[in-house]
């Protein structure tokens, strides 16, 4: 089987649905088929991998400077698609490369499946600095339209799941959970001393970590109004934030009005995975308050490493978990968060619950990837059956002068593969 992935944002970029995308594709080359990725073109882009990435024309976008937009329309990535009988695609993301992998399935007569990442009414409403909810609004419904017209849709949660409902959606959802590339790792005294070195921290005094995008979205003020609060009481600890973002200056100064510099360090972000290992399993709890992101990674990293979580209760970061069995659950305010981080501390079976957690969360890749193909396999057969029924093929979505609404993020239409159609060139 030959499966293309399109998702808007890839390697070098770390953020959650890149990293799915890149272990779906690795793994699925290696064992299933072959995998080819189509992605926006990125500056820093520069590692090569096993298996062929398809770039197309990008631009920068305003409002995430860590992303690019891409421009969904490539002569050469459509040829490329059609000469390897591409059977399978499967995008990641509902904006321009959910647009792409629309029109090239229907174009092909393949079936389109999408998986259902993000909050994304929460998130334009929070990148755009506004009060006002119209924004969300319009994407919601850009995004509804968008999955309503593909074939199946995949959410990594039934969390996730509600989300899009709540969104307007009215069709099937398949809830496949994201996998974790972490091993299995156990605490290890002298790595644990080398890590307490380098950042210098207080050998007696437990070791808490964050790690993810530096940005208030996820509630990592929180975690310092907490050990502010914590600290005031004489509890010991050690902090390491671990990450980047638009918020990490702010959070840097945040420390230092608590009075926690001392118990406080930021490692930047840190892309070798054999160091972040080191770091989680280094970590006697992690802490995650944040309850816009749906299916977290990084929480099942830290079981994987036998590290338990301070996690938001009802979040779906919490889906399905058990306070006092395999994670500690918080209220979303200050005051809890901080109660609850204390009562962690002082648990007597806080090893346990960590090794509970990596009994109860972790879930390896390769696992995700035997169920994710079974799917695939069904969906590919079902098609073959019915595919000449009327009506199956459904079409692109024509958003007319919406396109309108993109230019307000300084996107450069004029960045044009010169291979282009005068037709291609219409349509963007």
Same mark, same amino acid.
């Given at each position: 089987?030959?499966?293309?992935?399109?998702? &808007?944002?890839?390697?070098? $970029?770390?953020?959650?649905?890149?990293?799915?995308? =890149?272990?779906?594709?690795?793994?699925?080359?290696? $064992?299933?088929?072959?995998?080819?990725?189509?992605?926006?073109?990125?500056?820093?882009?520069?590692? =090569?991998?096993?298996?062929?990435?398809?770039?197309?024309?990008?631009?920068?976008?305003?409002?995430?400077?860590?992303?690019?937009?891409?421009?969904?329309?490539?002569?050469?990535?459509?040829?490329?698609?059609? =000469?390897?009988?591409?059977?399978?695609?499967?995008?990641?993301?509902?904006? *321009?490369?959910?647009?792409?992998?629309?029109?090239?399935?229907?174009?092909?007569?393949?079936?389109?499946?999408?998986? @259902?990442?993000?909050?994304?009414?929460?998130?334009?409403?929070?990148?755009?600095?506004?009060?006002?909810?119209?924004?969300?609004?319009?994407?919601?419904?850009?995004?509804?339209?968008?999955?309503?017209?593909?074939?199946?849709?995949?959410? !990594?949660?039934?969390?996730?799941?509600? *989300?899009?409902?709540?969104?307007?959606?009215?069709?099937?959802?398949?809830?496949?959970?994201?996998?974790?590339?972490?091993?299995?790792?156990?605490?290890?005294? +002298?790595?644990?001393?080398?890590?307490?070195?380098?950042? +210098?921290?207080?050998?007696?005094?437990?070791?808490?970590?964050?790690?993810?995008?530096?940005?208030?979205?996820?509630?990592?003020?929180?975690?310092?109004?907490?050990?502010?609060?914590? /600290?005031?009481?004489?509890?010991?600890?050690?902090? %390491?934030?671990?990450?980047?973002?638009?918020?990490?200056?702010?959070?840097?100064?945040?420390?230092? $009005?608590?009075?926690?510099?001392? @118990? !406080?360090?930021?490692?930047?972000?840190?892309?070798?995975?054999?160091?972040?290992?080191?770091?989680?399993?280094?970590?006697?709890?992690?802490?995650?308050?944040?309850?816009?992101?749906?299916?977290? %990674?990084?929480?099942?990293?830290?079981?994987?490493?036998?590290?338990?979580?301070?996690?938001?209760?009802?979040?779906?970061?919490?889906?399905?978990?058990?306070?006092?069995?395999?994670?500690?659950?918080?209220?979303?305010?200050? &005051?809890?968060?901080?109660?609850?981080?204390?009562?962690?501390?002082?648990?007597?079976?806080?090893?346990?619950?960590?090794?509970?957690?990596?009994?109860?969360?972790?879930?390896?890749?390769?696992?995700?990837?035997?169920?994710?193909?079974?799917?695939?396999?069904?969906?590919?057969?079902?098609?073959?059956?019915?595919?000449?029924?009327?009506?199956?093929?459904?079409?692109?979505?024509?958003?007319? *002068?919406?396109?309108?609404?993109?230019?307000?993020?300084?996107?450069?239409? /004029? &960045?044009?593969?010169?291979?282009?159609? =005068?037709?291609?060139?219409?349509?963007?």
């Amino acid at each position: 089987m030959n499966l293309a992935l399109f998702n &808007e944002s890839f390697l070098p $970029q770390l953020d959650g649905v890149a990293v799915t995308v =890149e272990n779906y594709a690795r793994i699925f080359n290696e $064992q299933y088929g072959k995998s080819f990725v189509a992605i926006p073109s990125h500056p820093k882009r520069k590692q =090569e991998f096993p298996y062929p990435v398809w770039e197309y024309k990008s631009s920068p976008i305003t409002v995430a400077d860590q992303y690019r937009i891409g421009i969904p329309v490539s002569a050469k990535l459509s040829k490329s698609f059609h =000469e390897n009988d591409i059977e399978i695609v499967h995008s990641h993301c509902p904006f *321009t490369s959910g647009l792409l992998a629309q029109r090239l399935a229907t174009k092909n007569g393949v079936p389109h499946i999408s998986t @259902f990442h993000s909050k994304y009414k929460e998130d334009i409403n929070l990148r755009l600095k506004t009060n006002f909810e119209m924004p969300g609004e319009i994407i919601a419904r850009y995004v509804v339209a968008f999955y309503s017209r593909c074939d199946h849709i995949w959410s !990594v949660s039934n969390g996730t799941a509600n *989300t899009l409902r709540e969104y307007g959606y009215k069709g099937d959802i398949t809830v496949m959970p994201n996998g974790c590339d972490m091993p299995i790792t156990h605490c290890d005294s +002298e790595v644990r001393k080398k890590i307490f070195a380098k950042y +210098e921290f207080d050998d007696d005094a437990p070791m808490l970590l964050f790690v993810g995008r530096h940005t208030f979205t996820k509630n990592t003020d929180i975690i310092i109004k907490a050990l502010g609060a914590i /600290a005031r009481h004489n509890k010991k600890f050690n902090m %390491l934030f671990v990450g980047d973002g638009e918020d990490s200056k702010e959070m840097r100064s945040m420390v230092e $009005q608590q009075g926690l510099s001392r @118990f !406080v360090r930021f490692a930047g972000k840190i892309c070798e995975r054999d160091i972040l290992k080191d770091i989680y399993s280094s970590s006697d709890l992690f802490l995650f308050p944040s309850v816009y992101d749906n299916a977290p %990674l990084v929480v099942r990293e830290a079981a994987a490493c036998g590290c338990a979580s301070v996690l938001i209760s009802g979040s779906n970061s919490a889906e399905g978990l058990i306070d006092g069995k395999n994670v500690f659950l918080s209220n979303e305010t200050n &005051e809890d968060f901080a109660l609850t981080l204390n009562n962690a501390l002082e648990c007597s079976n806080l090893e346990e619950i960590g090794q509970n957690a990596r009994r109860d969360i972790y879930i390896s890749w390769n696992d995700v990837l035997s169920m994710v193909q079974k799917e695939y396999e069904k969906i590919s057969g079902e098609w073959k059956k019915s595919k000449h029924k009327k009506g199956l093929h459904k079409k692109v979505v024509d958003f007319g *002068t919406n396109i309108d609404v993109l230019k307000e993020y300084d996107i450069n239409f /004029a &960045e044009m593969d010169a291979s282009n159609t =005068e037709e291609e060139k219409h349509q963007i």
